[in-house]
């Protein structure tokens, strides 16, 4: 079994600065693809980021330039930095990541974090 656990989501005013982790437990051999969602309230689930194993990273339009990812895979970790925040960056975030549990076959699914809260006022 896998589990993600995000943090560090929080209330924020508009113009400042939250860091969100992404930190992944259980039966891991290796992970590929890691990537950032979001769900707005009444809105449906839209993609954040996405960062490659070899670190490449790409972005939704609204947050280019002021959102970045990284990955730690020697803590099965991925972070969201977020700047400049708006008030229309309040949603809950989620992580996923594509794991294989074993080597052979190195076979990857698709895990999902519970979600973290992310509040911009303005």
């Known amino acids: 079994q896998v589990q993600l656990v995000e943090s560090g989501g929080g209330s924020v005013q508009a113009g400042g600065s939250l860091r969100l982790s992404c930190a992944a437990s259980g039966s891991i051999f290796s992970i590929n693809d890691m990537g950032w969602y979001r769900q707005a309230p009444g809105k449906q689930r839209e993609l954040v980021g996405t960062?490659?194993?070899?670190?490449?990273?790409t972005f939704a339009d609204s947050v280019k330039g002021r959102f970045t990812i990284s990955r730690d895979d020697a803590k099965y970790t991925m972070y969201l930095q977020m700047n400049s925040l708006k008030a229309e960056d309040t949603a809950v975030y989620y992580c996923?990541?594509?794991?294989?549990?074993?080597?052979?076959?190195?076979?990857?699914?698709?895990?999902w974090g519970q979600g973290t809260l992310v509040t911009v006022s303005s």
């Open positions: 960062i490659t194993r070899g670190g490449s990273t």
């Open positions: 996923n990541y594509h794991i294989s549990n074993s080597r052979t076959p190195l076979y990857f699914t698709s895990h």
